[in-house]
């Protein structure tokens, strides 16, 4: 089976890429939403995450998001120590996943995949851009954070020059009909090298 990775700066649509993919029959697995599930429910991990951000990282059995964002955005050495924490764990849950799956490739949408170097670990790579200024409304839209805290983000991420010279696939999200046919497209010719 094929592993393929999907990323993309956050605000270029990565999850809506993933839902063409899963619209097709492709089984995609989201990082982002299984890290928070595991940062929630897993209890050595939970552990390691108040041992490191402190005890108001969680609300009762919640994560306490705005302070986790808030300490790790801010300070590099904490922002790499959760990412040592929750990656690990991630990539070993999605390796468990993939192997019950019954498809010719699997997808696992990921945003930081180039900056933590496991792109080097897939099969194939799809990067899915979309201009700043867009990126940008789409998040101030999504998540109500303030363009500063969009930036601080960002800042963290490489850039998409630097991303598609690494990608197989380049997908630039800006007209959604011709996203779809990208998608499409790509999945034609996956399925092509992974039959």
Excluded: C
Excluded at 32 to 48: C, E, P, V
Excluded at 163 to 189: C, F, G, M, P
């Amino acid at each position: 089976m094929m592993i393929v990775g999907l990323t993309g700066g956050i605000g270029s649509g990565k999850s809506t890429v993933a839902g063409y993919f899963k619209e097709l029959g492709v089984p995609v697995y989201n990082s982002d939403k299984q890290a928070k599930k595991l940062m929630r429910n897993s209890k050595k991990l939970r552990k390691a995450i108040i041992k490191l951000l402190g005890e108001d990282a969680y609300i009762g059995k919640k994560l306490n998001r705005s302070v986790i964002a808030q300490k790790v955005f801010n300070n590099k050495e904490l922002l790499e120590g959760l990412n040592h924490l929750v990656h690990p764990a991630v990539k070993q849950h999605f390796l468990k996943w993939a192997r019950k799956q019954e498809s010719n490739y699997v997808i696992q949408e990921a945003a930081l995949l180039f900056e933590n170097g496991s792109y080097k670990n897939y099969d194939k790579m799809i990067l899915v851009r979309a201009p700043l200024s867009q990126r940008i409304a789409r998040l101030l839209e999504r998540d109500g954070s303030s363009e500063s805290e969009i930036m601080a983000r960002i800042k963290h991420q490489w850039s998409d020059e630097e991303k598609s010279a690494l990608s197989d696939y380049l997908i630039d999200n800006i007209d959604l009909e011709k996203t779809r046919s990208e998608v499409a497209l790509i999945h034609r010719e996956l399925l092509k090298i992974s039959g």
